[in-house]
């Protein structure tokens, strides 16, 4: 297999908004920087629909800011393995690239979380931010009806986003109780207040759309693609005619990178110290990875990551400020839509709970453990290697996939069943 | 217009603009189906962002290849599951 080798003074693995933020940072500071991202676009899952051409204020000075350093970026590129200490693997479509570096900067990002309910796996079931990030790689929404459903303040932008689109929201449906709700609301003034200008615009898009806390919906019906979706109140269920669902419970991080790595993790997030480090010298850790807080976050410590990684302790320590309130931010949104019990309940026995292996929650009822469930059903070893059932489980039966072995995204060569 | 690309989806033309992700191009098509799953039922995206594997179809002769991730490209041949 053909193999290029390439060094750097700085990896950076993503191109989301922490990844340039980084980049920007460290290649300023006179460091070699390469940045290697797997979708073909710059901008991570806010920015990537402005990719090549950036619409909102925010994406255009960062990707200005970045066209005016150094550092290169190779797009298309999945990192897959990290074989030699300094080293990392990717795979790109004509061939693999292994980058030798000094200093590295995670910034992977997030996936939405997913819990299986009866009819989830229909045709037109799709994520929030998923519905979201396709509406605006203009798949066809005008005229549809769409239900939006799950958890956290992403379902106001995607309902927004989706009525300017021409879509007819018919409900949204948010899990958490109105009390926390309110409570996080609360909290925004002083932790995040450019959140409350975004909310005001959001709201002000979604007059006359039903918004209903301790909402959720328990089952999605349909022959052969979506038709209706049952919620529920807790008390009371009703059926809505839909055409699509866009539906997630939050966000998670995407720890295969870190933990392969051997980086330390608690509660989900990477462990870092105040310049960004993880617990392995060298290892910065930035944006979503370190605890869900959005993309002000995310911006924040890419820069604090970037100078670190370039040496400039004294310029990092000066953003250590606001970054503290971020993480009191991301703090207050785990807190404020925490998942209710009842959520981890609501796949019946036929239900598929991994979709790539069409595994039901019937099947892994019948296991103690993931590692017996997975030998005997294959939960998890389908190409998506857990990344959709994983949270699942965890959240529904409390198993954990501690251990993660290369390559961390099935290598494109091999012949995925 | 004029810079469109030409791709075909199963078989079928179609000409879309540069920069269309594979999946949109899909959907505008009228495809309901992107692949059958292991049972045989229709599944479409899920994640719209490379890690559900549920869009999957075939490009360029590649089958399994991830169509929320790749963008049309002129002569681009694709084969959904219907
Ligand atoms: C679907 C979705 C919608 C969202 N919408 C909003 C919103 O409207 N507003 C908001 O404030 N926040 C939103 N978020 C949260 C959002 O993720 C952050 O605000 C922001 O994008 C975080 O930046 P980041 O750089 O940490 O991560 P990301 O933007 O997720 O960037 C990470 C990048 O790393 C790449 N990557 C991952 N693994 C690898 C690998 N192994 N090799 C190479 N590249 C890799 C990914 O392709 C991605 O481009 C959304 C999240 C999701 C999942
Ligand atoms: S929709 Fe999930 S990988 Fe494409």
Redesign the pocket.
Known sequence: MNEKLLEFDIAI???????IAAACAASENGKTVVM????PWFG???W?SEFPRAKTRQAIKWFTHLSETSAKAFLN????DAPAENTLL?ETSDGNLRVKYDKLIL??????IFLPFPGWTLPNVY?A??M??LAKADWPVEGKRIAVAGSGP?LF?VAANLRIRGATIVLTAEQTDLMSFLKFGMKLPLLAPSKILQAIKYQSRLIGVTYKTSCWPVEAYGSEQLESVMFTNGKRNWKVDCDYLACAFG?TA?LE?PRLLGCKINHDAVFVDDFQQTSLKGVYC????TGIG??DS?LTE?QIAGLAAAGKMKQAKKLRRTRRRYNKFEKAMAKGFALRRELLKLADDETIICRCEDVTAGQLREFDDWKSAKLQTRCGMGPCQGRICGCAVKEMFGWENLSIRPP??PAKMKNLE | MSDNVQITINGKTASVTPLTVVATALACEGVTRFRRSVTGEPRTPLC???VCFECRVTINGQPNSRSCQVLCEDGMEIVTDE
Not at chain 1, 13 to 19: D, E, L, N, Q, T
Not at chain 1, 36 to 39: D, I, Q
């Open positions: 693995v993503g191109a989301g908004p922490a990844s290697l991202e797997t979708s991570g899952q806010l990537r590129t999945t990192v897959i990717a910034a992977t990002g997030t996936r939405e994520g931010g998923a979201q990030a992403l932008a966000l995407n990178l930035a944006g979503e990875l959005g993309i995310a890419g961390v995204y | 719209g962002m490379g």
